[in-house]
């Protein structure tokens, strides 16, 4: 009886074995599908820098006095300011803004004084604070030729914002158009409109309603 050879693996077994092996390391292509994201986009308008140091500086000079004179004769702290058609809170501001986007789009109606501008210190503030600004001040525009402005202002902003109204970390503002403003609704007016394309025809059709853009991504291969 011959003896057993050792070692020797059949030529039909060597085959299979670098057939599974080539199988397994071919790289294989996973395509996901994924929902375009609008909110991701950067839609804060352009300002040049002198233009935000003098909208802070005009801002200074006509809101410190107002909240000055009310400190000093303690009455108690409420949302809107001594001023009227100023107003500071990010809670209170978000939640006045989606009431004015409901009461232009048609949802609802109240009495409320609509904002026109938005001051943000935007460098200061966290990307969940501000991300959902330039959306929300679009809806709650009233129409494509008066839309609320929404305004970057430049860093060290929060201290100065702080110390005209007496909060500490007061981030974001927002004032309604009036005319003892004058002066500063001036130089707000120059920035920029906020751009979201996606959104123009809310003004025209509020509740029309669009497919969802869907793409391909073709991530790394696994």
């Known amino acids: 009886m011959p003896p057993k050879s050792k070692g020797i693996v059949k030529k039909t077994?060597?085959?299979?074995?670098?057939?599974?092996?080539?199988?397994?390391?071919?790289?294989?292509?996973?395509?996901k599908a994924l929902l375009d994201n609008p909110f991701t986009s950067n839609n804060w308008p352009f300002i040049q820098p002198k233009d935000s140091e003098d909208i802070l500086t005009v801002f200074k000079?006509?809101?410190?006095?107002?909240?000055?004179?009310?400190?000093?004769?303690?009455?108690?702290?409420?949302?809107?300011?001594?001023?009227?058609?100023?107003?500071?809170?990010?809670?209170?501001?978000?939640?006045t803004l989606e009431r004015q986007a409901s009461n232009f789009r048609g949802k609802k109606k109240d009495s409320i004084e609509p904002l026109k501008y938005l001051?943000?210190?935007?460098?200061?503030?966290?990307?969940?604070?501000?991300?959902?600004l330039p959306t929300l001040c679009f809806t709650a525009s009233k129409d494509q030729n008066d839309k609320v402005k929404l305004i970057q202002l430049p860093k060290g902003s929060m201290e100065v914002l702080s110390n005209c109204i007496g909060k500490p970390r007061c981030g974001i503002i927002a004032l309604n158009k009036?005319?003892?403003?004058?002066?500063?609704?001036?130089?707000?007016?120059?920035?920029?409109d906020i751009t979201i394309p996606w959104l123009?025809?809310?003004?025209?059709?509020?509740?029309?309603f669009y497919a969802p853009k869907i793409s391909t991504n073709k991530p790394n291969v696994v």
């Open 61 to 95: 000079v006509l809101i410190k006095p107002h909240f000055n004179q009310v400190n000093a004769e303690d009455k108690p702290k409420i949302f809107k300011s001594p001023h009227e058609g100023v107003y500071f809170g990010f809670n209170s501001i978000v939640e």
């Open 13 to 31: 077994d060597q085959a299979m074995g670098s057939s599974l092996k080539a199988k397994n390391n071919k790289k294989k292509q996973v395509f």
């Open 200 to 208: 123009n025809d809310i003004f025209n059709s509020p509740t029309q």
């Open 119 to 132: 001051l943000v210190c935007k460098n200061e503030l966290p990307s969940v604070m501000t991300d959902l």
């Open 178 to 192: 009036r005319e003892e403003f004058e002066s500063l609704n001036i130089l707000m007016d120059k920035v920029d």
